[in-house]
């Protein structure tokens, strides 16, 4: 294997981690809108994400800077031919990382809503627009002879856009409707499976949508079964939310965010952004590579900071891995986390109850 098809794999790696966690944060975030009935519960909702969601954006930090370095010509098409919805993410990842860490910082139940709103919004456009960004990718846009992407603002306003945008919203609001059963207790998890058996319906259809439509434009044998597989895959996490199997039912749906991602890239392959133009015109692994020896750099890097990135990634899960819910994160007295809870308050000289084990978080 060629080191430019390496860094292709090892992107599409980094792009398939960040949607699986960041999905459930996502999730999470569009929930506090629909699921939550008041400041309490949204806190809780929110605390279930607090100690894990900035770590999850790493993934895609880290993949956008191996795409600068490995690929520099597809980075720069990718920037400048979707300025505007890269612009957009880029304002959203960042109010809602704001809302998240300034929610617990004042006693006002105003500032509190303005937050909840903000998580909520930020959440929801950036689910939908990263699914409309790599639909539009995978359809092929306007690239000339020079490699720069024609088009303007109108480039994601088509509707593949909206069709993958709708897909990724809604797939990361059943990662997150289950995240939120597996982490908390009473009846916000009773809801959030209620919600995952809902939205795991409405996915289902929308795959079957895009099965047929993919069957029709295309005619691709390979897409059209692996497509079946996740509409396959959607009835049974839906099943298994209502036998409460929470855990087996998230670790499907995360299945899924990875199966549909790894479709995605290896629908591309070997070209990293098609050309509607002209296809000898597209962006490929070959053409848009940086040199062997910045290749051969970044690998003995990567080989050294991306293992202790994931242990320590992996252990902080481990450590957060109880459930919460049924006090007051939230809505009361400002303590401990950012978000107002999830950790919990150790005072000198006090000694309370060991906390309650609970079987059902190991799924």
Not at 21 to 38: K, Q, S
Not at 84 to 92: E, F, G, M, N, Q
Not at 145 to 152: L, Q
Request: some cysteine.
């Amino acid at each position: 294997m060629h080191l430019n098809d390496f860094w292709f794999a090892l992107i599409a790696f980094l792009w398939t981690g960040y949607f699986f966690l960041e999905g459930f944060d996502f999730g999470i975030g569009v929930l506090t809108g629909l699921l939550a009935r008041d400041a309490e519960e949204r806190g809780t909702l929110l605390a279930t994400i607090g100690p894990v969601w900035d770590g999850n954006e790493v993934w895609m930090l880290t993949a956008v800077g191996a795409t600068f370095a490995a690929f520099p010509d597809w980075y720069a098409a990718l920037c400048s031919g979707f300025y505007l919805p890269v612009l957009a993410v880029v304002v959203c990842l960042i109010v809602r990382g704001v809302a998240l860490e300034y929610r617990a910082k004042r006693a006002d139940a105003r500032w509190r809503r303005t937050c909840d709103r903000a998580v909520f919004w930020s959440s929801l456009v950036c689910a939908f627009l990263w699914g409309a960004l790599f639909a539009t990718m995978a359809r092929g846009v306007p690239i000339g002879a020079d490699g720069n992407v024609t088009g303007g603002a109108g480039l994601i306003v088509n509707p593949d856009a909206a069709f993958g945008g709708l897909v990724s919203l809604t797939l990361f609001t059943l990662h997150g409707a289950l995240f939120a059963a597996l982490r908390c207790r009473g009846a916000l998890r009773v809801r959030a499976l209620r919600t995952a058996r809902r939205v795991g319906g409405g996915c289902a259809v929308l795959a079957l949508w895009a099965a047929f439509w993919l069957m029709v434009r295309t005619g691709d044998v390979v897409v059209l079964a692996l497509v079946s597989v996740v509409v396959c895959a959607l009835l049974v996490v839906r099943e298994l939310a209502e036998q409460r199997r929470e855990g087996w039912a998230f670790a499907l749906s995360g299945l899924i965010v990875v199966l549909v991602t790894g479709t995605l890239f290896g629908s591309l392959y070997p070209a990293l952004m098609p050309s509607a133009t002209d296809p000898a015109w597209s962006l490929t692994v070959s053409s848009a590579a940086a040199g062997p020896y910045t290749l051969g750099i970044l690998t003995w890097v990567a080989a050294f900071t991306a293992p202790v990135v994931m242990a320590y990634q992996a252990w902080t899960y481990w450590v957060f891995r109880k459930r919460i819910g049924g006090g007051p994160i939230g809505g009361g007295p400002i303590e401990g986390g950012a978000i107002g809870g999830g950790a919990p308050v150790h005072r000198p000289g006090r000694r309370g109850p060991r906390p309650e084990r609970d079987v059902a978080t190991r799924g």
